[in-house]
């Protein structure tokens, strides 16, 4: 993990955060208020039935790239209270991105034209506790998945925070952030000519709210 890709994920956080100049139409807010009418159990009325079937057989227009653990107490379209067509989801165990996720993201922005992208960690989070408690790397597949958290973890247990299973949520999600970066060269031409957001947020199972994760680099100096 470079630290000049902590950087640049610290200063997409900022802008997707802090612009409201197009707070009407930006699609991040349009999930914040999503998320709001989730919490307070209103829902918006949705067309799922046949006319909007038959209008996304022609093509889909989906205004937001939302990357999710795969856990099944955080799917996205409900969480945004967000209808058919309107998120590109991707989603697995951690929320932790490998060249598929990348890929698929790449496919979004490139394709789609999605404007932007939230990567959503929650609390209590499965994958990372699993990977807190592993005492050697888990058999099987799912060690991939450890291995792409373990470096949260280890952030995480240096901070000597008093929620270390949170704190390793947050850092996992960032970490996530900065790779996705790193690793595409799309990614970061697009975010540098201002066509793409990227946002790092939380889901709280048990108020049902998303919040954006705190910013601010987490790698010591000189590291
Ligand atoms: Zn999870």
Not at 6 to 25: E, G, P
């Amino acid at each position: 993990m470079k630290i000049i890709s902590k950087s640049i994920y610290v200063i997409f956080v900022s802008i997707a955060f802090a612009s409201s100049a197009f707070a009407a139409v930006n699609p991040l807010e349009r999930l914040l208020a999503g998320n709001k009418r989730f919490v307070a159990g209103a829902p918006a009325r949705k067309e799922i039935g046949e006319k909007r079937r038959r209008e996304l057989a022609r093509g889909q227009h989906p205004f937001a790239i939302v990357f999710s653990c795969s856990d099944s107490s955080v799917p996205p379209e409900m969480i945004f209270d967000q209808g058919l067509g309107d998120l590109f989801v991707i989603r697995d165990a951690g929320n932790v991105a490998d060249p598929v996720v990348i890929g698929s993201i790449e496919y979004a922005v490139e394709h789609l034209h999605v404007p932007l992208l939230v990567v959503l960690g929650h609390s209590g989070c499965g994958a990372v506790k699993a990977t807190l408690e592993a005492r050697k790397r888990p058999a099987g597949n799912f060690g991939s998945i450890t291995d792409e958290i373990l470096p949260a973890v280890v952030e995480a247990r240096k901070s000597h925070k008093k929620d270390i299973l949170n704190e390793a949520v947050q850092d996992n999600v960032k970490n996530t952030c900065s790779e996705i970066v790193r690793r595409s060269r799309i990614i970061q031409e697009l975010v540098s000519k201002g066509r793409f957001s990227i946002v790092a947020a939380e889901y709280y199972s048990d108020t049902g709210k998303v919040e954006p994760v705190p910013s601010g680099p987490r790698v010591p100096p000189g590291k």
